[in-house]
């Protein structure tokens, strides 16, 4: 190589720069997508409390949050569609797979249906008791994976020990985010449809509001030996994993509007880490010249847009409006509501996709490997595309359970 074709050192200062700098904007980016737009949120609806009076910020906040739910919420249960049905001959060689993906729908869909021709509101309304009973296990564990797995791409591992430490606390804020607050048998309501519930005893609320007391003590024991031996704790996905458990999972009546803007967040905490894995699924696939990452992210996007849309939209409104108004004179039918089968759907959709989301963020899915960010500036400069299977090997990945 001839003297003129080496960088200059003003060339590669040039590039360090720039390299740090948008480290440093993707780590912002990161920091506000898992959790830390929260912190954020609490003291500017303080201040939308302050100029408009709750009543009004209520309105202004559940009205915008209902329509950004088709550009946040409905695409985040839609994209677990798109990737888990990807490859589905080879994946159905699994036990877990076949049941999340087979069983679980079938089953979630006879019940649905026979529940709204036997005019059953009853029947759905067990179903969305099951559903508030999980969504807690669901937000908790997507916790632990923002903490396991962006602790992990920093380099930084946690024993099984802690590990356990980690869950039990997610366990526990489970437990007591649903038995909190205790009540009385009574009459509910959820998406129009008017049914029974249990009692929810205050021992419940009392054990778990123990166990989460002591979990969480443990937790910061283990946290501050981390701490001490190490050195240093891995910030972001620390705060993530917090306000994902306390403020996401616990406490989420602590503000009056924040409330209603948790599910876009944790909508939001999820594609991030479904662009993070396929982002650099697309990065890889573009080295071996394949699509541009753009192109790849823009149609799993789009798809992910159209596909929540049906769900969530499309298909429910049209068997309201065509099926579900003809029973209006029935007796029976006036417990469904005026929209028993968006009801249906949003129950249904949310409830297959925890089962999903257990499966799909599992080392034994080998997607997985992509959540360990590639090089490909590296690989252009001369590194064979065959280092990317070194780069994304599925050992790389600490833990079986990665649960985002």
Known sequence: MSVAALPSASTESSTEQAGHAERAGDSVWELMAVGGITLVLFPLAWLLRASLGLDEAELVVGFV???????????????????????????????????????????LVVWAAWA???????????????????????????G????????????????????????????????????????????????????????????????SGTALVLS????????????????????????GFLVTIWFWTIYTTIDPLVRYVIPALHSLQYIYFVWLMKRNEARAGE???????????????????????????????????????????????????????????????????????????RRDNPDTRYLHEPEPRRARAGISPGSFAVRYSPQAMPHDDLRI
């Open 216 to 239: 969480t003590l443990a937790l910061v024991f283990v946290l501050a030996a981390k701490w001490r031996r190490e050195g240093a704790l891995p910030f972001t996905p620390l705060l």
């Open 116 to 142: 709204l021709f036997a005019r059953s509101a009853q029947a759905l309304g067990f179903m969305a008791q099951l559903m508030f009973l999980l969504v807690g296990w669901h937000y908790a564990k997507q």
């Open 287 to 361: 080295e071996l010249f394949g699509p541009p990452v753009r192109t790849r992210l823009a149609v799993l996007a789009l798809s992910a847009f159209a596909l929540g849309w049906a769900l969530f939209r499309g298909v429910p409104n049209l068997l309201d409006t065509s099926v579900a108004s003809s029973w209006a004179n029935e007796s029976t039918a006036r417990s469904l509501g005026e929209t028993p089968f968006f009801a249906a759907f949003f129950i249904v959709v949310n409830l297959h996709h925890y089962f999903m989301d257990y499966v799909i963020w």
């Open 144 to 207: 632990f994976g923002v903490l396991t797995v962006l602790s992990a791409r920093r380099g930084v591992r946690f024993a099984a020990s802690e590990r356990n430490v980690v869950l039990a606390h997610c366990y526990a804020a489970w437990a007591f985010a649903f038995a909190n607050p205790s009540r009385a048998a009574g009459t509910f309501e959820e998406k129009g449809v008017v049914y029974w519930a249990p009692a929810r005893p205050g021992w419940l609320e009392l054990a």
């Open 65 to 107: 949050m209902f329509h950004a739910a088709s550009f946040m919420n409905d695409p985040h249960f839609a994209v677990t569609y798109l990737l888990f049905y990807k490859d589905v001959r080879a994946r159905a060689q699994r036990a877990r797979y076949l049941i999340a993906g087979f069983v679980v729908p079938a089953v």
